[in-house]
């Protein structure tokens, strides 16, 4: 039974460092072995990847226009902004113009990124509860399900992961100037996942209150005090304004919507799909308050189904919840060891911060959308959390806890190997059928030509890039009038020369169907998808639209 109280020995630091770098050895051995091929797989990734090309090439626009944007009465014909435009895309595009590989470059900053979050993340857990739990707060941030899938792909919540903790790590001294800079790394952070503000500012209000706690035992005026904490709020709100300014809003291509129209928006859609925003024209006066309130308690209930019942992800979403019950149950056994103590920062720091967490995924999840992949960024906290709190644990639940830490590591060790082959084999696949796709439209679609494509199929549409796209979803959700649907197809400043749809779909949909008889003609097959060219154009001849 003494091997249950392994967590409660000392051990040399020799020791920890052997751990510490074998453990970094099978994370990139893992992350090298999940990469087959220096192309991604997945939506977000897709994006990233061709937003990363554009900036090397000199330019800050999509190539993409979702029909928000194009019905959209304000709209003056510029081509809009990346989806996911953040710090982040530019600090990929830096690391993939140094390499010279779009795809190697960024995955490199990923890496250096989960490996340094490691690190503080040791550092801060070996000051406050010994270097055994620092080992132990190390291996999480590499290998607990959500961060190890997120890290080994081109995509950018292990930069807001990182931020986190490296705001978590200069917080550890409560200087003034620490402070600051803290706030200043919140406020990307929050750019990048805006469902981390509470726990940013929460993080900033703890420290803001030992600050002023501190100055004023040192006798320092009260208007400096006051001071400094407005100084350190406008740091934070304000550089977080400021991104959004500089880099502009993302996950909404549209220009004259209110944000009561986007609340409303995102009221229409599932915890399955978030391009309502790109493909809906309703505004918040179209739906409704109450419609939209009613709207916000049915994706509740998905939300709540999604996160705790069986699904494809449930391995990753239950790992979530697996690690939450367990901060939770560390609480109670920690109060119930410790007692009740009003002074008592651990156990209020972990109350606070596990509620918040609990509140952000309850809101991201009801506002937005519950992707598993949004809740990266709660971790920090509840790992530092959760390992605090069963460091302080003694007496019977000794062996309990430590036997459910053991078990917890050997898990995420284990699903470490599993994503990462999950994570090659969809590469392989995806990587062939866009091979498949690309090779049939660079056969009947020029490279610049305009396309008009309907019913998003990625590994099809991002074979038609560097093609400007206009997207056309799924007409019977979103329900279009023929109006609309003449704008999006025939394109309304510039005029769309081609239209790609899956093979029998003009078929299903008779507005669409004359629509496009009337103003194109069939060319060909692109692997399953239907191409048509705009009547009378050559290759060589302008296409007009009247």
């Known amino acids: ?165 490296l705001g978590m790590y200069i917080l550890q001294k409560r200087s003034f100037g620490r402070i600051a800079c803290a706030a200043g790394v919140l406020a990307t952070c929050t750019n990048e996942r805006t469902n981390v503000m509470l726990l940013a500012v929460f993080l900033l209000v703890l420290s803001c209150v030992d600050l002023v706690k501190n100055d004023r035992e040192v006798g320092v005026a009260k208007w400096q005090r006051i001071a400094k904490v407005v100084v350190i709020a406008v740091i934070y709100f304000g550089g977080f304004k400021a991104l959004g300014d500089i880099f502009g809003a993302t996950l909404d291509f549209t220009v004259s919507r209110t944000l009561f129209d986007k609340l409303a928006v995102t009221s229409t859609f599932s915890n399955t799909t978030n391009m309502a925003l790109h493909y809906s024209t309703e505004t918040f006066e179209s739906i409704g308050f109450w419609p939209m309130v009613g709207n916000f308690f049915v994706k509740l209930g998905e939300a709540i189904r999604e996160q705790f019942g069986i699904s494809g992800k449930g391995v990753v979403q239950w790992s979530l919840n697996a690690l939450f019950a367990f901060a939770v149950a560390a609480l109670v056994f920690y109060r119930i060891n410790n007692g009740k103590n009003k002074g008592d920062k651990i156990f209020s720091f972990s109350a606070w911060g596990l509620a918040l967490c609990a509140l952000s995924w309850l809101v991201m999840a009801v506002v ?80 610049d030509a305009n396309v008009a494509n309907f019913m ?11 093609r400007t796209i206009s997207h056309i979803p799924n007409i019977d959700i979103f329900g279009y009038t023929p109006e609309q649907l003449e704008v999006l197809i025939l394109g309304r400043y510039e005029p769309n020369t081609y239209v790609t ?18 103003y194109y003609e069939y060319v060909g097959d692109a692997n399953g998808f239907d191409v048509y060219i705009l009547k009378g154009l050559t290759e060589n001849s302008p296409a007009e639209v009247n």
């Open 501 to 518: 749809a899956p093979a029998g779909y003009l078929e299903e949909h008779e507005v669409c169907a004359d629509i496009v008889n009337e």
């Open 1 to 165: 039974m003494e091997k249950l109280r392994w967590l409660n020995k000392e051990y040399s630091d020799k020791t920890i460092y052997f751990f510490m770098a074998l453990s970094t050895l099978l994370y990139s051995a893992l992350f090298i072995f999940s990469v087959p091929i220096e192309f991604p797989n997945g939506t977000d990734q897709y994006w990233h990847y061709f937003y990363i090309e554009t900036l090397l090439n000199g330019s800050l626009k999509s190539y993409e226009i979702y029909p928000s944007f194009a019905l959209d009465p304000l709209w003056n014909g510029d081509m809009p902004g990346f989806i996911h435009n953040m710090p982040i895309i530019y600090i990929f595009a830096a690391a993939a113009k140094v390499t010279g590989n779009m795809y190697v470059g960024p995955l490199l900053v990923n890496w250096i990124m989960a490996v340094s979050a490691a690190l503080m993340m040791y550092v801060m857990l070996k000051k406050h509860c010994g270097a055994i739990w620092g080992l132990v707060g190390y291996v999480l941030i590499l290998f607990f399900p959500v961060c190890f899938w997120q890290s080994i792909q081109l995509l950018t919540e292990t930069s807001a992961l990182f931020l986190l903790v």
């Open 368 to 447: 937005y959308q519950n992707q598993f992949r949004y809740s990266n960024v709660y971790l920090p906290v509840i790992f530092f959390a959760l390992l605090v709190l069963c460091s302080r644990i003694e007496g019977k639940n000794t062996r309990f806890v430590n036997a459910i830490v053991a078990l917890m590591l050997v898990c995420c060790l284990a699903s470490g190997c599993v994503l990462s082959y999950v994570a090659r084999r969809d590469a392989i696949v995806e990587y062939e059928e866009y091979i498949g796709y690309e090779e049939a439209v660079e056969q009947l679609i020029p490279a």
């Open 456 to 466: 998003q199929e990625k590994e099809f549409d991002y074979a038609l890039y560097p």
